[in-house]
């Protein structure tokens, strides 16, 4: 009887690549250009997790509708993912979905400084601030990529956007197209 | 050759204990001997400003371990000074003591210098200052917004810092 040998990647390994992939495009291809950094960085997660929703449903049966689905994303996926699973699910029943991770690995280590806040005019400090908070957000285009493109080889169209008003914890949107 | 062990941040720290912190101070240095981190918990006197200090600091450790190495009755070979060696390798010194402080001090091969100022009936403080760049590994090094070689302001660094520190008994 054979063990199934699991491969291994580092997680150092990965985390660095991402933060180089995202610093890249920001910096370097589309320096003053982040809409379209967002959107390389965006188009290339969906093409991950379009190849990564194939690999992990390989054994499983159709899903019934739209809401077994979001919650495989939520279970299996996220812990194939993540070692963890997506910690709160909202819906309005209407097509719209909000999965919250309270401790989202790729942000765990993101902190913002601190004396940015202590400005003593309202201005620079306004705008240092809203620089880290834009750097921030251009590390969530990458898993926003990876649910719209997991879901739309389910076949369910979306558009999903982040939320990082609560840091480490993270909301991802999920706005299913009628 | 696994030095730092494993993956997961170890050991982890005893229960904090009731009284402030009982250490003074500590420094992080980069290679080039740019200070990445000053935090002072306890110490009433200031003798240079805070540009001078961080010289004065930098050059005593280099001058420490130059004289150390050179000193260094047990090893026939010169050793080369200016490369950081994996702790443990070569000669290089750990800590001074007085009689009102004792001062620990551990370089990585990546050049990262760690002091730590304490009060002098500390004990041996390598684990500590070992965790303590592991910290640094992954709340400074694996921070996306942190450029190598800057001040460090992570919040969380220094937070996790402080209260680690204030569990070294």
């Known amino acids: 009887m054979t063990e199934k040998k699991g491969r291994e990647v580092s997680e150092s390994c990965v985390d660095s690549l991402l933060t180089e992939m995202v610093s890249t495009y920001c910096n370097r291809f589309y320096a003053n250009k982040p809409e379209l950094a967002a959107r390389r960085i965006e188009a290339i997660g969906y093409q991950v997790g379009h190849q990564l929703s194939e690999r992990y449903t390989m054994e499983r049966p159709r899903f019934n509708d739209h809401l077994e689905a979001i919650k495989f994303i939520c279970k299996d996926f996220w812990s194939e993912l993540f070692k963890k699973q997506i910690d709160n699910l909202k819906t309005n029943h209407r097509g719209t979905f909000v999965l919250q991770d309270n401790r989202f690995r790729w942000l765990s280590r993101i902190s913002i400084d601190p004396s940015l806040e202590n400005g003593d005019s309202q201005d620079p400090s306004a705008m240092a601030e809203s620089k880290a908070a834009q750097a921030t957000s251009m590390h969530l285009y990458f ?36 | 050759m696994q030095f730092f062990g494993g993956s997961e941040i170890s050991p982890s720290p005893p229960a904090p204990t009731v009284s402030g912190n009982n250490a003074h101070m500590v420094y992080v240095f980069n290679r080039n001997g740019v200070c990445l981190l000053y935090r002072e918990w306890n110490r009433p006197l200031h003798t240079l ?121």
């Open chain 1, 143 to 178: 898993p926003c990529g990876i649910i719209r493109g997991a879901l739309s080889n389910l076949g369910i169209p979306c558009a999903v956007s982040a939320d990082i008003s609560n840091l480490p914890a993270c909301s991802f949107v999920v706005r299913i197209k009628a």
């Open chain 2, 49 to 169: 400003n805070a540009q001078q200090d961080h010289k004065l600091m930098f050059g005593l450790l280099f001058s420490l371990k130059s004289l150390t190495a050179k000193m260094d009755p047990t090893s026939a070979e010169r050793g080369n000074l200016g490369v950081p060696q994996l702790p443990g390798q070569g000669c290089s010194f750990h800590s001074f003591r007085t009689n009102t402080y004792k001062l620990s001090f551990m370089e990585t091969p990546s050049g990262i210098k760690i002091i730590l100022v304490t009060h002098p009936r500390t004990g041996d403080l390598r684990d500590s200052l070992k965790y303590i760049y592991n910290l640094y590994v992954d709340y400074v090094m694996k921070n996306p917004l942190y450029t190598p070689g800057s001040p460090i302001r992570s919040d969380l660094f220094i937070t996790t810092l402080d209260q680690y520190v204030r569990s070294i008994a």
